[in-house]
C-alpha cells in the first residue's frame, strides 16, 4: 500500500474524528461518567439504549470484559442491530411513534436511574421519544449524537425536536451528516462510515470514567474480567451475583 490508500484514508479519518472528541468533549464524557457513578452511589441502575447500527455501542457496554457488569442494554425488539428480515423494518420502526414509551414504561428502568441514548442522528421518533420519556419517568438521560444533525436537518418526530433536546448531558460525535468519510473517483456515493468506531470509542470512555468516578467515591467499581482468562468466571459470577438486584441481562 502507498500510505494513501481507502485503508489508510479511512484510519486517519476515524483517528481525526477520535481526536477531536478527545480534545472537545472530555468534559462531557467526564460528566457523564459522574452521572453514572452518582446513581450507582445512591441505589440506581444503568441502562443503554441505541436502535440500529447506534445499538451497536451500547451492546459493547453491556456485559462486556473490563466494563461495568451493572450496564443494562434498553432493548425495543426489532430494532437492535440488523436481525429482522427485512433490514429495513428496523428503520421504518425507528419512526412509529409510542413504540419507545411502551418499551421504557414496561422495562426495569425507574426513577434515579440514568440512560445512555445512542443516535447519530437523533431526529427520529424512536430515541428522542426515549429521551423524552425517560426524564418524565424520572431518569437521567446521557445522549451520545451527532449535534451536526441538529443544525443541518429537520427533526422526524411528533416532538419536532432532537435528540440533544431532552438530554441532561450530550456529548457530540463530531460525525457529519451521511456518515461516510471517503470518496474517490469512479464511486458515486461517499463510503466508510465512522459513526460505530467513535461513538464505541465514546461510550467505553464514559464507563471508564464512571469507574474512576466510583473509586473517588470510595466504590470498588463493579468491573467484569474476561471469561478467556484463568479464574475469570469465578470473578465475573462474584460480582453478579453481588449486584444481582442490578444487573437484568441474566434474568
Not at 22 to 47: N, P, Q, S
Not at 108 to 137: F, K, Q, T
Amino acid at each position: 500500500m502507498d500510505g494513501n490508500g481507502p485503508a489508510e484514508r479511512f484510519i486517519d479519518a476515524a483517528v481525526e474524528l477520535l481526536e477531536r472528541v478527545r480534545k472537545e468533549e472530555a468534559a462531557g464524557i467526564a460528566a457523564a461518567g459522574e452521572l453514572i457513578a452518582d446513581a450507582f452511589a445512591t441505589g440506581g441502575r444503568i441502562f443503554a439504549f441505541g436502535a440500529g447500527h447506534s445499538s451497536l455501542p451500547a451492546q459493547d457496554v453491556v456485559y462486556r470484559a473490563g466494563g461495568l457488569a451493572v450496564v443494562n442494554l434498553l432493548s425495543v425488539p426489532g430494532t437492535v442491530g440488523v436481525d429482522v428480515r427485512p433490514a429495513t423494518l428496523g428503520s421504518a420502526l425507528e419512526r412509529v411513534t409510542g413504540l419507545a414509551s411502551a418499551a421504557l414504561e414496561t422495562s426495569p428502568a425507574r426513577s434515579g436511574d440514568v440512560l445512555v441514548v445512542i443516535s447519530l442522528s437523533g431526529r427520529n421518533a424512536l430515541p428522542v421519544e426515549m429521551a423524552a420519556r425517560a426524564r418524565e419517568l424520572g431518569l437521567r438521560v446521557v445522549g451520545v449524537t451527532s449535534v451536526a444533525y441538529a443544525e443541518a436537518t429537520t427533526p422526524r418526530n411528533p416532538l419536532g425536536t432532537f435528540l440533544k433536546d431532552h438530554c441532561d448531558i450530550v456529548v457530540d460525535s463530531k460525525i457529519a451528516v451521511g456518515d461516510a468519510e471517503l470518496t474517490a473517483q469512479g464511486i458515486d456515493a461517499p463510503f466508510a462510515p465512522a459513526s460505530t468506531v467513535v461513538t464505541s470509542a465514546i461510550v467505553q470512555a464514559i464507563v471508564a470514567c464512571a469507574a474512576q468516578a466510583l473509586v473517588a467515591r470510595g466504590i470498588t467499581p463493579p468491573l467484569l474480567r474476561s471469561g478467556n482468562v484463568d479464574g475469570g468466571h469465578a470473578w465475573n459470577e462474584r460480582v453478579l451475583t453481588e449486584h444481582a438486584d442490578r444487573v437484568f441481562h441474566r434474568r
